[in-house]
């Protein structure tokens, strides 16, 4: 096999999913078939580099049961007969080939060994790709990941601290890898399973032994307090996914398609409990968008805040603009376990409209013209002691739904750019909350704007 670095540009495929935040990887194996670790349910990316490449995926491996999507490992085995490997440990509940520490699959020339590597998940594996006795690389999943370590409070924050202390000893145990070996991780920059802002998606493990802080934490204790630090909140879906990974995500047998709904079908859906999501732009929403509807515009993040504020068991109803990617939407919706997708509104706004359907409007406020009006903040904490609007309520948008009558009045909500706020007034207004406006901007717009600084305090 060619040298390491010829390995990397040749035969792996990293496949960045940038609005989870994660990274699956193909292997080309050389011979037509290909290995895919920690493939996400949305296979197109995926797909589309195997056919460039003519491959095959044959084997598909995952390094733990995923909280943050839905795996496409048993669609891999249904539509290409991939053999999947996973942890013994996870008790999956459909066919797989279960793995414990050491155990070594052949790939055909390569090897992977499994690595049981706590922390992030119990039975978590992290999958050393081996050429001989070489280490090219290491899929560290959510373990070592590029200048951190993946979050270990999701099952439940009473274990955050014992899996905190597993992952101490993981990562440990992979940084006695050799300093050339490559680091795969699959959760990166954006992710909500705890990956520093900006960081690169891939390192080396002699990069991280440099510069990982937690691998320079003195001991046990301080690298329990630094990591466990560190948390934030996650979306609500991730309690569920884990569970539904394990059992196997259902196969699809065709490419899902979003049916189109009449006004009078939308209606009575609304009338029977559907949510409805409208995704399209901020400045369209505010301008105009039916009663109770949620913006959730569509974009990289749209998966993250569908499955963060609505219900998975309830029916969806969608608003579109005409020239949006209803393909797009429909597999960011499945790919978190989101099956319940009705249809949406046929001929968007203008049918409604047409159809005599009321609107509602959200104003759309221009940084210079908030003056003394209350302002709701709902970033997230670290991003709003970073800097904020002095004598901004501070409330995530995550938590919004069940705290709307702690949010002010007649509130500007604000967040980086828009799009979290105008969701968020979107859910005070359907709780009933009245002369709202967004932020056109963030609270560094209002800043320049205004010529005032920012609070960067508590």
Known sequence: MEDLMGFVDDHLIPLVDKGLGNSAYLVDLGDGRALAVDASRDLRALRAAADQRGLTVAYAADTHLHADFLSGAVQLAADEGAALLASAAGDRAFPHTPLADGDETD????????????GHTDEHLSFLLLDGTRELGVFTGGSLIVGSAARTDLLGADRAEELARAQ???????????????????????????????????????????????????????????????LGSYPAYFDRLGEANRRGPAVLTAAPALAALSPAQVRALLGEGA?????????????????GAVSIPL????????????????????????????SELTWQALKIGYERLAGHLD????????????????????????????????????????????????????????????????????????????????????????????????????????????????
Request: some cysteine; proline content about 7%.
């Open 347 to 458: 001929g968007g706004m203008d049918a409604w409209t047409a159809d005599g359907g009321r609107q509602q409007r959200i104003e759309l406020l221009p940084a210079d013209r908030v003056a003394e009006r209350p302002v709701l903040d709902v970033r997230q904490r670290a991003e709003h002691l970073d800097g904020h609007i002095p004598g901004a309520v501070h409330i995530e948008l995550g938590d919004l739904t069940e705290r709307s009558a702690d949010a002010p009045e007649g509130a500007v909500v604000a967040c980086g750019h828009g799009e979290r706020a105008m969701t968020a007034a979107s859910l005070l207004q359907r709780a009933g909350h009245q002369d709202l406006a967004v932020l056109d901007g963030g609270p560094a717009d209002w800043a320049e704007a205004t010529g005032r600084a920012l609070e960067e305090d508590a």
């Open 275 to 291: 949510h409805l999501v409208d995704v399209r732009r901020v400045a369209d929403f505010a301008q105009g968008h039916i009663p």
């Open 299 to 326: 974009r990289d993040q749209f998966a993250t805040w569908l499955g963060w504020l609505l219900p998975d068991d309830t029916p969806l109803v969608f608003v579109a603009a005409p020239a949006q990617d209803l």
């Open 168 to 230: 101490y000893h993981s990562l440990r145990r992979l940084a006695e890898l050799p300093d050339t070996t490559d680091v795969w991780p699959t959760h990166g920059a954006g992710s909500f399973c705890s990956a520093p802002p900006g960081a690169e998606r891939t390192s080396t493990i002699g990069a991280q032994r440099r510069a990982n802080p937690l691998l320079a934490a003195p001991d046990e204790d301080a690298f329990v307090a630094q990591l466990l630090g560190s």
């Open 107 to 118: 790939l055909g020339g390569l090897t992977l060994r499994a690595l049981a590597t706590p």
